[in-house]
């Protein structure tokens, strides 16, 4: 049994990406940033086709992620953060509304909005996935944007994606 199988690339050689910040945490957020910066940039996506949006917190990424998505100049949206526990009961209702909206924005406009907000227990260990001993989770959010935007592309288009 022979299966048809399509999948995305990471050649992000004309993609348009929009990215959304949270400026809170920043000293996590901006290494996100640079490392999906460099995500991008590495796999060919021109830096004057990226986008960068500041927002004040996680909370609000969502809303801004969908406006970017709904304006149809970006193939995908990469969104970061930082949601780190603290005391109270803060990190869970801003962790799972950044979650639920970043999902809800996606399957409502039809773009890939890709996750790529921190939620940990400690600084240290949000500092350990920007660019840390757990590599960086702003790069892997670039990549999956790539790869999601590409086979969005062939699931869209006219052209058969399959020899």
Same mark, same amino acid.
Request: proline share 2%; glycine share 12%.
């Given at each position: 049994?022979?299966?048809?199988?399509?999948?995305?690339?990471?050649?992000?050689?004309?993609?348009?990406?929009?990215?959304?910040?949270?400026?809170?945490?920043?000293?996590?957020?901006?290494?996100?940033?640079?490392?999906?910066?460099? +995500?991008?940039?590495?796999? &060919?996506?021109?830096?004057?086709?990226?986008?960068?949006?500041?927002?004040?917190?996680?909370?609000?990424?969502?809303?801004?992620?969908?406006?970017?998505?709904?304006?149809?100049?970006?193939?995908?949206?990469?969104?970061? &953060?930082?949601?780190?526990?603290?005391?109270?009961?803060?990190?869970?209702?801003? %962790?799972?509304? %950044?979650?639920?909206?970043?999902?809800?924005?996606?399957?409502?406009? +039809?773009?890939?909005?890709?996750? +790529?907000?921190?939620?940990?227990?400690?600084?240290?260990?949000?500092?350990?996935?920007? +660019?840390?001993?757990?590599?960086?989770?702003?790069?892997?959010? %670039?990549?999956?944007?790539?790869?999601?935007?590409?086979?969005?592309?062939?699931?869209?288009?006219?052209?058969?994606?399959? %020899?």
């Amino acid at each position: 049994m022979v299966l048809r199988q399509i999948e995305g690339s990471l050649h992000g050689q004309g993609l348009r990406i929009g990215v959304v910040v949270s400026r809170f945490n920043q000293v996590v957020t901006s290494r996100l940033l640079d490392g999906a910066m460099e +995500g991008l940039l590495q796999h &060919g996506v021109r830096e004057h086709d990226i986008i960068v949006a500041w927002v004040p917190g996680s909370f609000e990424i969502p809303l801004v992620a969908k406006k970017m998505a709904e304006s149809n100049r970006y193939e995908a949206i990469i969104c970061l &953060g930082a949601v780190i526990k603290g005391e109270t009961a803060h990190f869970d209702y801003v %962790a799972g509304e %950044a979650s639920n909206g970043i999902a809800k924005a996606a399957l409502e406009v +039809g773009v890939p909005i890709i996750f +790529g907000v921190l939620t940990t227990y400690t600084t240290e260990q949000a500092l350990d996935r920007a +660019g840390g001993e757990q590599g960086n989770k702003g790069f892997e959010a %670039a990549e999956s944007a790539i790869e999601m935007a590409t086979l969005m592309r062939l699931l869209g288009g006219s052209e058969e994606p399959l %020899a």
